[in-house]
């Protein structure tokens, strides 16, 4: 069953965790509304995120903008630091005690750290938005992981693209503590992270997903349930499975329009006036005309998901060698060390096949 949002999440809103039976409910109460104490079984929401890349700042920053009250960690903990100063927390470790900072830097002369295991034990709700699977699962499944933090009464809501084993490896981890798991990739990028636009994949614990839901709708347009943990996985993987595709297909016909004497930024505009037109084709052509390639999303991550796809298909014996075609031009993408630019950089292999044979 696929169900839409319709909730305003641009209101300053505040979320109390209200205890009902055996599940946490939140309810958005106004920031301007008078001060009368709130009821006794009301405490603040905690949300915890955990990976601040591209996508995961933004996220998170939207949820900081509306009032949530979140904590963060960051591999690489600097990032954590804009947000920190936006009002996110940081928890600093030191085996048995835990204080909250507000620098990522502070107690590092001390030997404090951080965790994902201290976000997951301070926090109701905790969200993951990390690279790839192995990511997801050292952050979820290591040493000081996030599962280590979980119990009863929790929940854990992995955003990163990963394949649906490793998302039910995570899935079982989590519920093994009595939390409940949501797999939720989205569709959208950095612009529509920041803007509070992206689309929801979600699967598995449906009350996460209720419990959730407010906070999908801070970061989101839409939200689709998909069922069981695996669901979400693979729409995503499909869903960028055709993305990497028309990119590469886009890449040959702007190559191919130049090399015939034709101006490619006139096919982008009689592209974004016919029945193939996509909002992409019309963001990305003008920049990969002039050769540009501002990361947006990251190359070396779609031929990720180009890679879990067809892996994905492999495990039904359903054909794909589009994607497969188009899988072998971004691994020859990433050789060419166009790792960490725009997945639009796709088209300078194409360029280095041509070079290759003039
Ligand atoms: N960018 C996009 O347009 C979209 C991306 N996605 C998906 O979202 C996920 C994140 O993407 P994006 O934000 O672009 O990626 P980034 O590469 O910008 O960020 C990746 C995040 O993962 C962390 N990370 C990587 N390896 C490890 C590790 N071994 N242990 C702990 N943390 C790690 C990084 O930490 P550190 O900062 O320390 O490197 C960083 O926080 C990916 O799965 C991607 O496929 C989905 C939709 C759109
Ligand atoms: O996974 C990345 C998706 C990017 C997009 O949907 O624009």
């Known amino acids: 069953?696929?169900?839409?949002?319709?909730?305003?999440?641009?209101?300053?809103?505040?979320?109390?965790?209200?205890?009902?039976?055996?599940?946490?409910?939140?309810?958005?109460?106004?920031?301007?509304?008078?001060?009368?104490?709130?009821?006794?079984?009301?405490?603040?929401?905690?949300?915890?995120?955990?990976?601040?890349?591209?996508?995961?700042?933004?996220m998170a920053q939207n949820l900081i903008k509306s009032g949530c009250?979140?904590?963060?960690?960051?591999?690489?903990?600097?990032?954590?630091?804009?947000?920190?100063?936006?009002?996110?927390?940081?928890?600093?470790?030191?085996?048995?005690?835990?204080?909250?900072?507000?620098?990522?830097?502070?107690?590092?002369?001390?030997?404090?750290?951080?965790?994902?295991?201290?976000?997951?034990?301070?926090?109701?709700?905790?969200?993951?938005?990390?690279?790839?699977?192995?990511?997801?699962?050292?952050?979820?499944?290591?040493k000081h992981g996030a599962a280590s933090g979980m119990r009863s009464g929790k929940g854990y809501v992995d955003v990163s693209t990963v394949d649906g084993a490793t998302s039910k490896l995570i899935s079982s981890q989590i519920r093994s503590t009595g939390a409940l798991f949501l797999e939720a990739p989205v569709s959208g990028s950095k612009k529509p992270a920041e803007d509070g636009q992206l689309i929801f994949?979600?699967?598995?614990?449906?009350?996460?997903?209720?419990?959730?839901?407010?906070?999908?709708?801070?970061?989101?347009?839409?939200?689709?349930?998909?069922?069981?943990?695996?669901?979400?996985?693979?729409?995503?993987?499909?869903?960028n499975m055709i993305m990497g595709s028309m990119m590469a297909s886009f890449s040959e016909g702007l190559l191919l329009s130049e090399?015939?004497?034709?101006?490619?930024?006139?096919?982008?505009?009689v592209?974004?006036?016919?029945?193939?037109?996509?909002?992409?084709?019309?963001?990305?052509?003008?920049?990969?005309?002039?050769?540009?390639?501002p990361t947006a999303f990251p190359l070396k991550h779609q031929q990720k998901d180009l890679r879990l796809a067809l892996g994905l298909a492999e495990s039904v014996s359903q054909p794909t060698p589009v994607a497969a075609a188009a899988n072998e031009l971004y691994k020859v993408a990433k050789s060419h060390g166009l790792s960490d630019q725009d997945f639009s950089a796709v088209i300078e292999a194409l360029k280095v096949k041509l070079q290759q044979r003039t």
């Open 1 to 58: 069953m696929a169900m839409c949002s319709s909730f305003c999440p641009r209101t300053p809103f505040r979320f109390r965790a209200i205890k009902h039976q055996n599940s946490l409910q939140f309810k958005p109460f106004s920031t301007h509304a008078s001060s009368t104490s709130p009821p006794k079984d009301e405490t603040p929401a905690r949300i915890g995120f955990l990976g601040l890349g591209i996508m995961g700042s933004p």
């Open 69 to 142: 009250d979140v904590t963060v960690w960051n591999r690489t903990k600097s990032k954590c630091d804009p947000l920190i100063s936006l009002g996110a927390k940081f928890i600093l470790w030191l085996g048995c005690i835990s204080v909250l900072s507000m620098s990522s830097s502070a107690g590092g002369a001390f030997g404090y750290k951080s965790s994902p295991e201290e976000v997951a034990a301070s926090c109701d709700v905790t969200f993951a938005m990390l690279a790839d699977p192995e990511s997801a699962v050292d952050v979820a499944c290591g």
């Open 201 to 239: 994949l979600t699967a598995g614990d449906k009350s996460l997903y209720e419990t959730a839901a407010p906070f999908l709708d801070i970061m989101g347009k839409s939200r689709f349930y998909l069922g069981d943990v695996g669901n979400g996985a693979a729409m995503k993987l499909v869903v």
């Open 259 to 269: 090399k015939v004497g034709l101006d490619p930024s006139v096919l982008v505009e």
């Open 271 to 293: 592209i974004s006036q016919g029945a193939i037109s996509a909002p992409m084709y019309s963001m990305k052509g003008p920049s990969m005309v002039q050769s540009l390639y």
